[in-house]
């Protein structure tokens, strides 16, 4: 027991030392789901919008209603000002996205059939479009209001789609989208914490070699310890940095990306839990078949990318057929624990990947028994 | 006594005998030079006493306890240190030896004790929060022996342990050698360097193609292999009656006069001989400019044993 607690401890000594795996570890995710995240991100964000409404009669009356209604807020953040110079402002100055200025003789002029609303579009053609999307919404009611009066016949409000018709971005970001239900940033922090658990797992083969081509191992050997207990403290060691890896990555993201994890953080520590002890018998079942350092660090690599591929972990929405080979990976049970507990799913959800991962991790770890020996001497 | 003793030990590879029913004793106290080209047998033979490697057949004890039935009792015995640096990159050379030293099993005062003393051994003290990066070759091939007589072993195996070291680093880890067996340690000692093995060994074993071809002292391997030392004379003028009678001499086995009243005298069984030919060279008025004694060397020795040079492998 005392041997695994030195492994252990000693191993993290090391790991500590060695700058760039610690580099690799905890700085790259983050770097790769802030830039995957943010890169295909589709979710909504309201667009500045800074108004100004200088007519005092009944269309006036109407817009400022409009701008300060609450369906409005969901799609643009409305900045009240109390001149029109104040919008151009703004504008010039990049402090909001668009302006929009009622002049005070709005309403008159409107009903005379020259009425104009000022506008200020800013440097970004989306949200360009996105503000005059909300705008057209309201002079579209000015002119049925108009008309129907005008006319006697009361003209039906346009049909408006229940999740909101002001989305921008490249991919459409509601429950049917390549990212299922959660958000782009969520499915990149989850894939990529996946793909370096798998990473730090196969640190620990790499440790192993490394015992073996540098010679320590004939040392260790001659100690009077049991060499499964060396091994086994080791390999504590990198679930060890497993779980704080996972919490650097979950508590950044969070905190700073804004991704939700859910509350469930229980199931997610099991989910690292079991991806880490797979990884690390994936890559001792590795070792044990190429046997030399730069040979496990190749293979292994390739098949954590290969996973990561397949589970949709680099690109959302492949297709039915990668998806079906998605299936048979660690990743996409891994994922799908960690979506499901992302969105809040109960225990019913969970179980179904949670038995599969565990499933897994048992197969690999017997399997990893049966190979080890192979592995080190 | 009989510290270590290989008994019909056999360890194959395949179809091919490694270790061919090796028999050997080495004595308590003794440093024992193993020499033999690469592929003889000897690391397979050290790997099998260090508990690296399990034998095919045959047995080997060390301090009375049988390799393979109690190999933990024989492992707190030995210090094993491995051709290759077995130290880590990563931490320093106090670091590395407490490390090792935790794995033997030492603790609290004892631990930092011994690590103090193996580092002062070792010459490393000065140097023990450097990393073994910054160190030289042979400092890094001192922390490697530290690291295996921190426990203080009764047997000490030293695995070729001045491999691509200085001269100077060389001399100190030659001496520590020495200084360990005065302290009672037993060290078994690989080198290609014939001169090293020769300078510290008391006994030599000459393994090649997995069996033991010689085994002996200096003067019994020479013997063996019939390999006589020599004596080398010069006098101030010739005498044959002289010659005569140094040839008939029992140690004399043989004579050859060379140019400058000089004579070349083989001496081929153990005995006093020197008082005689002193004697002899007096009656016959003769002065004795030059006495030098020539030792076969274990390069000619090996040489003549195995057909090839130590170094060729």
């Known amino acids: ?377 | 006594m009989s510290f270590v003793h290989f008994e019909e030990v056999v360890k194959s590879y395949g179809t091919k005998m490694s270790v061919n029913h090796l028999t050997l004793s080495i004595r308590e106290g003794e440093v024992f030079g193993l020499l033999g080209p690469n592929g003889a047998g000897k690391s397979t033979t050290i790997h099998m006493l260090a508990g690296l490697l399990k034998s095919d057949a045959g047995t080997i004890t060390v301090d009375g306890y049988n390799v393979a039935k109690r190999p933990l009792d024989i492992k707190r015995r030995i210090g094993l240190v491995p051709q290759e640096l077995a130290i880590y990159e990563q931490f320093t050379a106090r670091e590395n030896v407490t490390f090792f030293g935790r794995l033997y099993g030492l603790r609290g005062k004892e631990l930092r004790e011994r690590v103090e003393e193996a580092l002062d051994f070792t010459g490393l003290l000065e140097h023990d929060n450097g990393r073994p990066s910054t160190f030289s070759g042979g400092m890094k091939r001192r922390l490697n022996i530290a690291c295996a007589i921190m426990h203080r072993p009764k047997l000490i195996i030293m695995d070729e342990p001045t491999v691509g070291i200085d001269p100077q680093s060389r001399n100190h880890i030659l001496e520590s050698v020495r200084e360990l067996n005065r302290l009672g340690s037993t060290i078994i000692y690989t080198s290609h360097y014939m001169e090293e093995v020769e300078a510290i060994s008391t006994r030599v074993g000459i393994m090649d193609g997995g069996r033991l071809i010689a085994l002996g002292d200096k003067e019994e391997l020479g013997r063996l292999t019939g390999q006589e030392s020599k004596l080398i004379l010069q006098t101030d003028r010739g005498s044959e009656e002289a010659v005569a009678e140094i040839r008939r001499h029992p140690r004399v086995s043989s004579l050859r006069e060379l140019e400058g009243h000089t004579l070349e005298l083989g001496l081929s069984e153990a005995g006093t001989y020197l008082q005689d030919i002193l004697f002899i060279l007096g009656k016959h008025g003769l002065a004795l400019l030059k006495l030098t004694r020539e030792e076969p060397d274990l390069e000619s020795l090996f040489l003549q044993l195995t057909g090839r040079s130590l170094r060729d492998g």
């Open chain 1, 1 to 377: 027991m005392r041997t695994a607690i030195y492994s252990t401890l000693y191993e993290l000594l090391r790991m500590t030392r060695m700058r760039s795996v610690l580099l690799m570890l905890f700085a790259l995710p983050l770097l790769l789901i802030f830039l995957l995240g943010y890169g295909l991100d589709t979710t909504i964000r309201p667009v500045d919008v800074t108004v100004y409404i200088g007519d005092d009669g009944m269309l006036g009356e109407r817009s400022r209603e409009f701008f300060e209604a609450d369906e409005t807020g969901e799609h643009i953040q409305v900045k009240m000002v109390s001149s029109q110079d104040e919008v151009e402002k703004d504008i010039r100055a990049g402090a909001s996205d668009y302006g929009i200025a009622v002049p005070a003789d709005f309403t008159e002029q409107f009903m005379a059939g020259s009425g104009k609303i000022v506008t200020y579009p800013g440097k970004l053609m989306e949200r360009n479009m996105a503000a005059e999307t909300v705008l057209s919404k309201l002079t579209g009611q000015f002119e049925t209001g108009y008309l129907s009066e005008a006319m006697g016949v009361p003209i039906p409000e346009r049909e408006v789609p229940e999740e909101g018709y002001v989305q921008t971005g490249t991919i459409v970001a509601n429950g049917n989208a390549e990212f299922g239900p959660v958000s782009s940033l969520q499915y990149y922090a989850s894939a990529y914490l996946v793909m370096f658990l798998l990473f730090s797992g196969m640190a620990a083969a790499i440790s192993m070699m490394e015992e073996k081509e540098y010679g320590t191992l004939s040392r260790l050997l001659s100690l009077p310890l049991t060499l499964s207990s060396f091994l086994l403290g080791k390999f504590i060691a990198y679930i060890i940095i497993a779980v704080i890896q996972s919490a650097v990555i979950v508590l950044f993201t969070r905190y700073v990306y804004g991704v939700d994890w859910g509350g469930n953080y229980g199931v997610i520590l099991l989910t690292v839990l079991l991806t880490s002890l797979s990884a690390i018998c994936l890559s001792v079942i590795i070792a044990s078949i190429v046997r030399s350092r730069k040979a496990v660090e190749s293979v292994f690599s390739m098949v954590a990318v290969i996973m990561t591929f397949l589970s949709g972990g680099m690109m959302a929405g492949l297709g039915p057929v990668i998806e079906t080979a998605g299936r048979f990976t660690i990743n996409h049970w891994a994922n799908e624990l960690l979506k499901t507990v992302m969105t809040g799913g109960v225990w019913s959800e969970l179980q179904q990947p949670l038995l599969v991962l565990a499933a897994i991790a048992a197969g690999f770890i017997l399997l990893m028994l049966t190979r080890i020996r192979k592995a080190v001497v």
